[in-house]
């Protein structure tokens, strides 16, 4: 048999997961009628305001728009919890102006969300990159009072998303990274789970699909997380980093030349806004936890400094989505829906793996809590500021 159509799926992204794809479609599907639904929402933000090599002025103009526009757009909406929608900002350590997280923390501070760490590098070493990830946690922890602590012992922890795609030097050409034993660099230097996947349509898109898992660092081997131990299947590996990917389906509703189905990768941006239908999408890519399948983790990915994305994620589209959130949750006492940011969302990982039969609201600290929150408690549901 001809191999040209394996051959130009693996050229076009796809030689990595369709095998996996196509060979477990049990593992996919809506939830079933008459049981109830939790949708844990997550958006995780490459938020990049030196997009472009942008002079300060647009880095400023950036940033004083998410300051200000989110809290007067969306301060009006909440969640089943009664929590305003919360953002993730995955902000880059060689990109730090103190200046820009000020504001981003002020936004943070009155609810609405947290920042986490972003990295781009290239021809990288192990020794350079714990110096650089550890020195950017401790810069945000104690200038800015953001990232996590471990709930029993204090220490710091922090959220991840690679740089183009490329953890654990999974690029076919060691581009941007150069770390073939990254997953370990970050698992010491206490980084509590990583958000870089789905990476699709980048070479380094993953097997593993649709999945929280743990994977295992292999020293000298790169891409050691394309397999893992799925969470909530029994005790994770002592040398696990907890991965949590974005759904990663085929969009049969949107077809190139009425044949070939679109992928959906859930990435929000100018050309890609949120909606009802893809809602339905990413439930039916079923990220979860065996141990709770009332629960439906959704990540999703956009670059929110980005004027291109703006319109869409501080703008008609979002406000449109929140609204339909509501409309199903008042239509369907089986449908609940949760903002939560990516800590709250690895929280609530470890609750499903533990066991945790009560509310997602009342696990979102389960264990770790979030340094800017007073007394060592969550983020209070808040109102918008007025203007």
Known sequence: MSMWPFTIAARRGFGSW????????????????????????????????????????????????????????????????????????????????????????ELCRAGFGEVEIHLHHDNDTPDKLRRTLTGFRDLLITRHRQLARHRVTGEPAYGFIHGNWALDNSHADSR???????????????????????AFPSPCQTRTINSIYYAVGRPGCAKSHDTGTPAGTGRPPARGLLMIQGPLVFDWGRRKSGLVPRVENGCLQGNQAPSARRLDLWL?????????????????????????????????????????????????????????????????????????????????DFEWLWHGAPDGKTTARVAAPAG
């Open 18 to 105: 369709l095998p996996n794809y196509l060979l477990t479609p049990g593992r996919r599907g809506a939830p079933r009628p008459n049981r109830p639904v939790h949708l844990l929402l997550c958006i995780a933000d490459h938020y990049e305001p030196k997009l472009g090599n942008a002079p300060p002025r647009q880095q400023q103009e950036r940033v004083r728009r998410w300051r200000e526009d989110y809290p007067r757009l969306f301060g009006r909406f909440s969640d089943s919890d009664g929590r305003p929608p919360r953002h993730s900002f995955f902000y880059p350590a060689e990109e730090y102006e103190r200046e820009h997280l000020n504001a981003i923390t």
């Open 284 to 364: 039916k890519a079923r990220v979860q936890v065996p141990t709770r399948p009332d629960w439906f983790f959704v990540k999703l990915h956009t670059h929110g400094a980005n004027e291109q994305n703006m319109p869409v994620l501080l703008g008609e589209p979002m406000m449109r989505f929140h609204e339909a959130l509501a409309e199903r949750a008042a239509r369907d006492p089986n449908f609940h829906f949760h903002y939560v940011t990516a800590r709250e969302m690895a929280n609530l990982v470890k609750a499903a793996e533990a066991g945790w039969s009560g509310s997602a609201e009342a696990a979102r």
């Open 176 to 198: 941007w990274c150069g770390v073939s034993n990254e997953l370990n660099v970050l698992r010491e230097t206490r980084c509590y789970a990583d958000f870089t996947l789905p």
